[in-house]
């Protein structure tokens, strides 16, 4: 012990001539540093003997054993530059680990020899006192390495060793080496100090730690490290036994700085802020100075107090008021499932398509008005012979329903003995109660139109008024209701007339179903309209606007608007435009969404797999009823018809907005599900949405009407 005292002695008091001889500067961080320091040791230790010398035991051979202990003490660190230190460390370090081996032996159980299994246990209990030189070199920032040696005086080297039956448990005894019964279930039992241990322990040391400041000064750090405390000697010499340690642990290190090296420094931080109030009463801009105020701050950095002075002030600038318009639009993709898809690719598939519409009978009017609504698309004498049902194909379901009076000419003119009734209605509520006037006007003005365009005879068109619709939309009086009983219904005997409408061309699917645009506005004047432009190739493809408050969100059905669809592999631009009430104008920069474009010929030349997609929709259900009846059983009849064994189909059933939710998820719910049932289908996917996914707008009647409705989609692959 008094040895090793002796050398740390030695090695303490040269550490200033080896200070000098590397020129150490004034530098904090060259100061020297001393610290105490803890660590938890992972004990593992190495073997590979049978026995201890003079101490019996039966063991094969003990190889490995693992335990816990400490290690604590001081350090002291003496840099050479910024990134190496030579250090030192004086301290205690417990080494204990338990061997344990097991054996197959024989043992008696009941005078009998039977095969066990054994175990051989030998406790070690290591301890020393030593010293730890090592180099510390800074890897980066405060990250070091350590590496360098221990050598310590043994203390304590103690051991306790018991051979021990395992299995069987409770029963057994030993027997001697003629098969005699010992009469007990342990032996070789030993406890004393390890036999010829050495009384010196040489390790190698690898570490690393990192250093966290605890003040400002930085001259008080607290330090975790890890180090490898790796045995190079053996525990008994000419015994192989190796013990090491794997150790976690905190170091608190401590730097004085000398008084007359600390440098100190001024600077000044001077910000001045201001505040803008907007006048409509002032036409030049003028500033009013603030008052300053003043803070004194100390930074401590190395051997260096920083003293910063700071002044802050804050001036008024009074401006004349100027409206503030602005505003920001982004796109998503939006999912069959509604989850949205950040920087969509659009992917423009095309099918060979077939398309049953059912068509809404129905003319709706505006309050006390027999003038048809301009909505609804008219045509001059001139423009028949262009009008043709296989051109609606890719039109939206409600830009077809605007052709009906077109679609009912046209079908008059092709089945020239076919007769039409025109029934003219009213609400039957304020203005209109009782007025069956309005109602033939109403009328009159259907008949006008297709006898002055499509020149359908006077006798073919039967006129017929009355007040409420024969199956009218209650509860009356309730302003959507009025509005969608303020019609005139075509009716006709001749199913040609009315039966719906049937096309078949090239549908083009959408790989996103949406695009939902997200506008934001902001503005002091208010905000007076707003509207999204949709282009490519510098051509308007689609438009949203409005003079009402700007929406969170836009949904763009690309699926419903096929004649928008883009065809060009260019990309689709888009931008918000603002007007606020003062009439100032703003626009957002051009945002671009990428377009791919899957063609019918690409996908033949190129062998892609396709399939025939056919839409089906029936409408027109009696009031809360869920029936298949009328125009939707002659409808059932014919998808059975083109129906194949492979065809996936898919029945969803819709409502509008109006009524009880649950009430409207029910009935949309059993309308799809009567409707898989008419189809001979009862594996079909069918389920409603009831109003939880609205088709169309509901600010208008035939909206809601077709938002009232069963769509069917039947997948078919092509075979090749």
Known sequence: MRRFLLLFAILLSGIPAINECFGQSESHSLNNRYGIMLDYNRNFHLADFSKLPGVPNCCPRFRTGSGNGFTFGGLFEMPLNDDF????RLSYTNLDADLSEPETSWISVDSILTPAELKHDISGKLANIGIEPMINFRLFSDMFAHIGFRLGFVTVKSFSQVET???????????????RDLGTRTRNTASADIPQAASI?????LGASYELPLNSKKDLMLVPEVFLNYGFNDIIPDTKWKASAFRVGLAVKYTPIPKENIIERFEKDEKIDSIIILSEKITKRFVVIGESKIKIEKIFEDNTILTIEHIRRTDTIFEPRIFQLSGTIDAVGLDSAGKEIRNPIITIEEFVSSRLQPLLNYIFFDENSSEIPPRYSKITKEKIPEFSEDKLFSYGTLPTYYEILN???SRMLKNPKSSLKIVGCNSDFGVEKGNKTLSE????SVKEYLKSIWNIEDDRLEIEVRNLPEKPSTPLGEPEKNYENQRVELVSDDYELVQAIFTTDTLRKSSIPFIRFKPTSKTEAGL??????????QIPVKKFQSNES???FIDWNLDENQPIHPLQLVPLDYRLVLTDMKNNEYSTDIKSIKINFVTLERKRSEHIADKEIDRYSLILFDFDKAEITGNNTKITNFIKSRLKPKSVVSIIGYSDQTGDDNYNMILSDKRAKTTAKALKLPDAIAFGKGEQELLYENNLPEGRFYCRAVNIMVETPIEK
Do not use: C, M
């Open 165 to 179: 039956i395992s299995k069987p448990v409770n029963t057994g005894t030993f027997v001697d080496s003629l098969g």
């Open 201 to 205: 322990y040489f390790a190698g040391l």
């Open 85 to 88: 230190l030579l250090g030192i």
């Open 528 to 537: 007076k309209a707003w509207e999204i432009g949709l282009l490519q190739n």
């Open 550 to 552: 700007i929406k969170h």
């Open 407 to 409: 679609i009912i000419g």
């Open 441 to 444: 006007n109403r009328a009159a």
